[in-house]
T-cell receptor, first 119, second 115 residues
Framework: EAQVTQNPRYLITVTGKKLTVTCSQNMNHEYMSWYRQDPGLGLRQIYYSMNVEVTDKGDVPEGYKVSRKEKRNFPLILESPSPNQTSLYFC??????????????????FGQGTRLTVV | AQTVTQSQPEMSVQEAETVTLSCTYDTSESDYYLFWYKQPPSRQMILVIRQEAYKQQNATENRFSVNFQKAAKSFSLKISDSQLGDAAMYFCAYRSGQTGNQFYFGTGTSLTVIP
């Protein structure tokens, strides 16, 4: 079954305590990204990766890190979490746009989401 | 960056009735994809329907259909015969078909289905 697996689903932590949210996909997708979802703001991209060892900032990258050492995995790292990073986080994967023929875009596949609370 | 606007933060519909959710977007590109995602209380993001900009025919998936107006940059979602399970947050999304991999999302519309 094609899926994006994201863990944990819920996480409560304290300010400054480093944490990692894992993301893994089994569809051999080149493109992976992280979003945060906040009420009234929709989903905003944090970081993305176009392939192994290729990552770049999205629209709201401050306070986050990512790595892409393997094609299937794309963890999100918060080195020193702060309360303003309390949010719902999603990992997503998709086919690389440049490789698509017309009509082939199946959209993004999302993980189950991680509800992060930083106190 | 592209912008996607959903001007209806909340909508409600009677069960078995039809409801239309609005979405507009801003782009200078001619080749792109549009999507509607559903997010039920489980938080899972579920692809409902997609539309390729080069296609004039509106996409349909069972009770879900879109009204794609390329010149007006409008992409509304129509849900027919609404069911209780349709209650969710709905997000409109844009993706460039040429250079982009990033998906741009609207702020969402929360749909309530009234029994």
């Amino acid at each position: 079954e094609a899926q994006v697996t994201q863990n944990p689903r819920y996480l409560i932590t304290v300010t400054g305590k480093k944490l990692t949210v894992t993301c893994s996909q089994n569809m051999n997708h080149e493109y992976m990204s992280w979003y945060r979802q906040d009420p009234g703001l929709g989903l905003r991209q944090i970081y993305y990766s176009m392939n192994v060892e290729v990552t770049d900032k999205g629209d709201v990258p401050e306070g986050y890190k990512v790595s892409r050492k393997e094609k299937r995995n794309f963890p999100l790292i918060l080195e020193s979490p702060s309360p303003n990073q309390t949010s719902l986080y999603f990992c997503a994967s998709s086919l690389y746009a440049a490789f698509l023929e017309r009509g082939e875009d199946t959209g993004a596949f999302f993980g189950q989401g991680t509800r992060l609370t930083v106190v | 960056a592209q912008t996607v606007t959903q001007s209806q933060p909340e909508m409600s519909v009677q069960e078995a009735e039809t409801v239309t959710l609005s979405c507009t977007y801003d782009t200078s590109e001619s080749d792109y994809y549009l999507f509607w995602y559903k997010q039920p209380p489980s938080r899972q993001m579920i692809l409902v329907i997609r539309q390729e900009a080069y296609k004039q025919q509106n996409a349909t998936e069972n009770r879900f259909s879109v009204n794609f107006q390329k010149a007006a940059k409008s992409f509304s979602l129509k849900i027919s015969d609404s069911q209780l399970g349709d209650a969710a947050m709905y997000f409109c999304a844009y993706r460039s078909g040429q250079t982009g991999n990033q998906f741009y999302f609207g702020t969402g519309t929360s749909l309530t289905v009234i029994p």
